[in-house]
């Protein structure tokens, strides 16, 4: 009978590549795992050591950034963070970096890229995935003895080469490749280079490449995808062409040429040649995790913030714009996602600081955070309206909107997050009983695959008979999101081509961990029991649309699962008015929207301030007209 099932099995699996096997080796699981085994389970909370990295030093950097474009016109900046220890992050002090701890970091980086996003792309990008990390953990004590000093110093300044024209989202597809080759006597690797929309590659002088290395003549012994360090005097080498994302301002650019690469420039030595995929899928949490959520929550918190005071100024029809229950509901809007991505960003930081590296969690954030922070940028623009749409100082708005794109674009495309990894690599990886199976059959062992399969039965009855159970809310949705799972994975490999149906469970998926993100987040501070009621309610309620619609669109499942299309109630237009008027006159509320984002002599900063003063008053109408004006230029 086993025998059978075994092969019954085998035929429905998806083929899984070397590459994407790789991925779901490296990393561990976390509540990614405990919310697939329909566990309801609040994080412990965390106690956080003191920052490194004073508060009163970053401002009084950021007070002293002229708001001029970084690059190409200005580089100062570059030069500034790069000396000043913003680079080394990741680095142990014994290599005189300043090592911060992942909440440490996400804050410094919140606070930068709270006054500028180009500035904080520039922080974050040595600060992620690229030459100081992959050093940190896969180069030989030579390399980080030669190496990390001179980054942590300021005196190299990395960047990490993997897309090109034909390699972005299927990073590896069609990756730039190399030979093994004897050159003057010596085993070279002749590489052939052509990348684009490289971070920093324009003013970065080493340079992290992947490349495919082929050893037709077996003279090393090894090929695969492999990382090395080259310098940017490197002969053949071409770095004279920059792109230019969106006009926001930070250094992106080409790296191309003809070169020779030592074994010895391959990170972690010759003994690595091969293992590149694997060295960047353990790393890709840093950018995934921690560096693009922590630029969303800046956005968010800017434009929360901003909007909040903003609001409560400007008047039309003779009353203040937060009178108005059109602009309310747009203002809910406003806090709920960014209330949701600093909850996210607070429970990831821990989780991580913790030593895991959870590859779903950290795609789940990076596609959340980066698509709930552009759409809280959307509705304050409508807010800001016309004060919005134009360019100028007191406009608080524009550099994040036009930045927003690159967001969802980078550090692979939310599309590809979203449809194929969140819930695709998600049911394989975090799934407790799924990969077992997977091995089972890649290994052709039986054995195995019988106590797998015996696992995966027990739990999927177990589950499904806690469907019928008399939980309510979040802690019932867990449990039909993962009995539901159970029968989705009965698709087997169709799942990768039934994007529309991945797609909505990633949603789910996603919008479980953000709730007990929430329920996290309000053990931490306490600002608002009213708050996360409303915003896990409407969470679940979201959910719940969703289920629904993926139990219609399903087939013989129907019949097993149409119990779990539950009638929930929605966000009333009580609630709507209730939640307004808490996140209005709450001050926790707001003091926790305005932590870590940096409010000194600036337009956020005027902005709060016209609320302390006289409405009638001349400095207030000033201040008033000056900031609704934006700015004015000569013809």
Same mark, same amino acid.
């Given at each position: 009978?086993?025998?059978?099932?075994?092969?019954?099995?085998?035929?429905?699996?998806?083929?899984?590549?070397?590459?994407?096997?790789?991925?779901?080796?490296?990393?561990?699981?976390?509540?990614?795992?405990?919310?697939?085994?329909?566990?309801?389970?609040?994080?412990?909370?965390?106690?956080?050591?003191?920052?490194?990295?004073?508060?009163?030093?970053?401002?009084?950097?950021?007070?002293?950034?002229?708001?001029?474009?970084?690059?190409?016109?200005? $580089?100062?900046?570059?030069?500034?963070? &790069?000396?000043? #220890?913003?680079?080394?992050?990741?680095?142990? @002090? /014994?290599? !005189?970096? *300043?090592?911060?701890?992942?909440?440490?970091?996400?804050?410094?980086?919140?606070?930068?890229?709270?006054?500028?996003?180009?500035?904080?792309?520039?922080?974050?990008?040595?600060?992620?995935?690229?030459?100081?990390?992959?050093?940190?953990?896969?180069?030989?004590?030579?390399?980080?003895?030669?190496?990390?000093?001179?980054?942590?110093?300021?005196?190299?300044?990395?960047?990490?080469?993997?897309? $090109?024209?034909?390699?972005?989202?299927? &990073?590896?597809? #069609?990756?730039?490749?190399?030979?093994?080759? @004897? /050159?003057? !006597?010596? *085993?070279?690797?002749?590489?052939?280079?052509?990348?684009?929309?490289?971070?920093?590659?324009?003013?970065?002088?080493?340079?992290?490449?992947?490349?495919?290395?082929?050893?037709?003549?077996?003279?090393?012994?090894?090929?695969?995808?492999?990382?090395?360090?080259?310098?940017?005097?490197?002969?053949?080498?071409?770095?004279?062409?920059?792109?230019?994302?969106?006009?926001?301002?930070?250094?992106? $650019?080409?790296?191309?040429?003809?070169?020779?690469?030592?074994?010895?420039?391959?990170?972690?030595?010759?003994?690595?040649? !091969?293992?590149?995929?694997?060295?960047?899928?353990?790393?890709?949490?840093?950018?995934?995790?921690?560096?693009?959520?922590?630029?969303?929550?800046?956005?968010?918190?800017?434009?929360?913030?901003?909007?909040?005071?903003?609001?409560?100024?400007?008047?039309?029809?003779?009353?203040?714009?937060?009178?108005?229950?059109?602009?309310?509901?747009?203002?809910?809007?406003?806090?709920?996602?960014?209330?949701?991505?600093?909850?996210?960003?607070?429970?990831?930081?821990?989780?991580?600081?913790?030593?895991?590296?959870?590859?779903?969690?950290?795609?789940?954030?990076?596609?959340?955070?980066?698509?709930?922070?552009?759409?809280?940028?959307?509705?304050?623009?409508?807010?800001?309206?016309?004060?919005?749409?134009?360019?100028?100082?007191?406009?608080?708005?524009?550099?994040?909107?036009?930045?927003?794109?690159?967001?969802?674009?980078?550090?692979?495309?939310?599309?590809?997050?979203?449809?194929?990894?969140?819930?695709?690599?998600?049911?394989?990886?975090?799934?407790?009983?799924?990969?077992?199976?997977?091995?089972?059959?890649?290994?052709?062992?039986?054995?195995?695959?019988?106590?797998?399969?015996?696992?995966?039965?027990?739990?999927?009855?177990?589950?499904?008979?806690?469907?019928?159970?008399?939980?309510?809310?979040?802690?019932?949705?867990?449990?039909?999101?993962?009995?539901?799972?159970?029968?989705?994975?009965?698709?087997?490999?169709?799942?990768?081509?039934?994007?529309?149906?991945?797609?909505?469970?990633?949603?789910?998926?996603?919008?479980?961990?953000?709730?007990?993100?929430?329920?996290?987040?309000?053990?931490?501070?306490?600002?608002?029991?009213?708050?996360?009621?409303?915003?896990?309610?409407?969470?679940?309620?979201?959910?719940?649309?969703?289920?629904?619609?993926?139990?219609?669109?399903?087939?013989?499942?129907?019949?097993?699962?149409?119990?779990?299309?539950?009638?929930?109630?929605?966000?009333?237009?009580?609630?709507?008015?209730?939640?307004?008027?808490?996140?209005?006159?709450?001050?926790?509320?707001?003091?926790?929207?305005?932590?870590?984002?940096?409010?000194?002599?600036?337009?956020?900063?005027?902005?709060?301030?016209?609320?302390?003063?006289?409405?009638?008053?001349?400095?207030?109408?000033?201040?008033?007209?000056?900031?609704?004006?934006?700015?004015?230029?000569?013809?």
């Amino acid at each position: 009978m086993y025998r059978t099932l075994f092969n019954l099995v085998k035929s429905r699996i998806p083929r899984i590549s070397p590459t994407e096997l790789i991925a779901l080796r490296s990393g561990n699981t976390s509540l990614d795992r405990e919310i697939l085994c329909g566990k309801i389970t609040y994080p412990k909370i965390r106690e956080r050591n003191t920052n490194k990295l004073p508060e009163k030093v970053i401002s009084k950097m950021l007070n002293e950034f002229d708001g001029k474009r970084l690059y190409p016109s200005d $580089g100062k900046w570059i030069d500034h963070l &790069a000396k000043n #220890n913003y680079f080394s992050f990741l680095i142990d @002090e /014994k290599y !005189g970096g *300043v090592k911060l701890s992942v909440n440490e970091m996400s804050n410094v980086l919140t606070k930068i890229t709270s006054v500028d996003p180009a500035l904080g792309v520039v922080a974050m990008v040595p600060n992620s995935l690229g030459p100081g990390e992959l050093l940190t953990q896969y180069g030989t004590e030579e390399q980080r003895t030669n190496y990390l000093p001179k980054l942590a110093r300021g005196d190299l300044i990395p960047c990490f080469g993997l897309t $090109g024209p034909n390699n972005g989202s299927d &990073a590896t597809g #069609n990756i730039d490749r190399g030979t093994v080759v @004897e /050159k003057d !006597g010596k *085993v070279m690797f002749k590489v052939t280079l052509n990348k684009r929309y490289i971070t920093l590659a324009p003013v970065a002088n080493l340079m992290g490449i992947a490349f495919h290395l082929d050893d037709p003549d077996s003279l090393i012994g090894r090929s695969g995808v492999t990382v090395a360090l080259v310098e940017r005097e490197h002969d053949g080498l071409i770095q004279n062409t920059h792109h230019n994302p969106l006009d926001v301002g930070f250094p992106n $650019g080409t790296i191309r040429g003809e070169i020779y690469i030592s074994p010895e420039q391959v990170i972690g030595g010759i003994d690595n040649v !091969g293992n590149g995929w694997k060295m960047l899928m353990e790393c890709l949490s840093a950018g995934r995790g921690i560096s693009l959520p922590a630029t969303a929550n800046a956005s968010s918190k800017v434009a929360a913030f901003g909007i909040h005071n903003y609001i409560q100024v400007r008047e039309q029809f003779g009353m203040p714009l937060s009178n108005m229950e059109a602009i309310q509901k747009k203002y809910n809007n406003i806090i709920y996602n960014t209330w949701i991505i600093q909850s996210a960003v607070a429970l990831t930081n821990d989780i991580l600081d913790d030593g895991n590296s959870p590859a779903v969690l950290s795609a789940i954030m990076k596609e959340q955070c980066t698509e709930r922070g552009r759409t809280v940028l959307n509705e304050a623009m409508d807010i800001h309206a016309g004060s919005g749409i134009c360019v100028g100082d007191n406009n608080f708005l524009e550099k994040y909107y036009r930045s927003a794109p690159i967001g969802i674009t980078v550090e692979g495309s939310n599309t590809l997050t979203r449809s194929l990894i969140i819930f695709g690599q998600g049911l394989n990886k975090s799934h407790p009983y799924i990969f077992p199976l997977l091995e089972s059959i890649m290994n052709d062992n039986l054995d195995k695959f019988k106590t797998a399969f015996n696992n995966i039965v027990g739990h999927s009855i177990s589950l499904y008979t806690k469907t019928f159970s008399f939980s309510k809310g979040l802690e019932q949705q867990i449990i039909d999101f993962a009995a539901l799972t159970n029968f989705i994975a009965l698709r087997g490999g169709a799942i990768k081509r039934e994007q529309m149906l991945s797609g909505d469970m990633a949603d789910i998926f996603s919008n479980l961990y953000l709730a007990l993100a929430v329920h996290y987040y309000h053990q931490q501070n306490e600002a608002s029991g009213m708050l996360t009621s409303y915003v896990v309610k409407r969470l679940v309620y979201e959910n719940q649309i969703t289920m629904n619609r993926i139990i219609d669109n399903l087939g013989f499942e129907y019949v097993f699962l149409m119990h779990l299309k539950r009638n929930i109630s929605g966000i009333t237009y009580d609630d709507e008015r209730i939640f307004f008027n808490e996140s209005m006159s709450n001050p926790n509320i707001i003091a926790e929207i305005k932590k870590n984002i940096h409010v000194e002599k600036n337009v956020l900063e005027e902005l709060e301030r016209i609320n302390t003063l006289d409405p009638s008053s001349d400095e207030h109408r000033n201040l008033t007209q000056k900031i609704i004006g934006v700015a004015e230029y000569a013809n």
